[in-house]
């Protein structure tokens, strides 16, 4: 027997990807290799696996792993809370457009789209459309991940091409991905957003001492691997030594012990290694654009505690 509601389904899906098929946005190759595009996916990669590390999902690739909706379907359940009635594990090209189809009906209702107006759909999703991926993940991570830091001003160029009665048109044209930013104010206003280390030193003595026993604690139970044990959060960090370490068990890279200084003499080499924490902490999408390498050198402690702070946001399910 034909699954009847199965046919209507594909064909009003087919009915809707039909339109504006006359127009499709190819991107530059070029673009490709721009070191911004690049950072911007490996943001959202680590974000995607940071978010789904308790469902056990590790995406390594946003072209190869998002097309059948196994990824987004869990997005959606996890930051949303959303639930469903999908097949968890969509093998065929019908269930996936079926399954896609309901998840990017979901979310545009959450963002208060309509299809027409998104810059995505199921086909571009399906067919591995890195463009479509990209715009849909930024606008889950402004929609749920509001202070996760994405690259500014990453952009493509595009040649958009559309069928016409009297043949095919192309025209080359930049497509901006992330938010468009002309100064690094305007930045650092981004990276201070809803940071609540600054009110905390507002508060009364206890209630900070609190919340550093709690970062403290963190801080020791992933440097247990290394034997390592910080008892003065105000101090240890001064050197950038722990701070490094820190930042390679938390995200899983290797530091080369010549990439920094593992038993610093003086102020320069101690600004040397903090200076790399915090560049490495950037590239990884973390809100640190604010804090002065020399402020933590010089124990200040309402700057220590803000990086500390952010790593605990980030990794405190590790």
């Not at 070029?30 to 995406?59: A, F, G, R």
């Not at 996936?96 to 789209?113: C, H, P, S």
């Not at 995200?251 to 010549?258: K, N």
């Not at 390498?293 to 124990?299: E, G, N």
């Amino acid at each position: 027997m034909t699954d009847c509601g199965a046919e209507e389904k594909r064909d009003e899906l087919d009915n809707r990807q039909a339109q504006g098929a006359e127009r499709r946005m190819i991107i530059q190759p070029t673009s490709l290799d721009d070191p911004k595009l690049n950072k911007l996916k490996e943001v959202l990669v680590d974000w995607i696996n940071e978010t789904l590390k308790i469902e056990h999902i590790v995406v390594r690739s946003l072209e190869e792993d998002l097309f059948d909706g196994l990824v987004l379907h869990h997005l959606l359940r996890r930051l949303a809370g959303v639930h469903l009635i999908v097949e968890e594990i969509a093998l065929s090209t019908d269930v996936q457009l079926r399954k896609l189809d309901a998840i990017l009906t979901a979310l545009n209702e959450t963002f208060g789209l309509n299809e027409e107006t998104a810059k995505w759909n199921v086909k571009l999703i399906h067919s591995r459309d890195l463009l479509a991926t990209l715009h849909l993940l930024v606008a889950i991570v402004r929609r749920f991940q509001p202070d996760l830091v994405l690259p500014v001003n990453v952009s493509v160029e595009i040649i958009q091409c559309e069928v016409t009665k009297s043949g095919i048109k192309a025209d080359k044209q930049t497509e901006f991905i992330t938010s468009q930013s002309n100064s690094s104010e305007e930045l650092e206003r981004e990276s201070n957003k809803e940071c609540p280390i600054d009110e905390l030193f507002k508060l009364e003595a206890h209630k900070i001492e609190t919340v550093k026993k709690a970062i403290l604690h963190f801080v020791n139970k992933n440097m247990l691997s290394l034997g390592l044990n910080v008892t003065d959060i105000d101090k240890q960090f001064a050197d950038g030594v722990i701070l490094l370490l820190l930042i390679g068990q938390l995200e899983g890279f290797f530091i080369p012990l010549c990439e920094f200084f593992l038993c610093p003499v003086g102020s320069s080499e101690m600004l040397h290694n903090v200076t790399l924490a915090l560049d490495l902490l950037i590239d990884r999408g973390l809100p640190v654009q604010s804090v002065d390498p020399q402020d933590i050198v010089s124990q200040d402690v309402p700057a220590t505690v803000k990086v500390l702070y952010h790593l605990f946001k980030k990794h405190k399910y590790k």
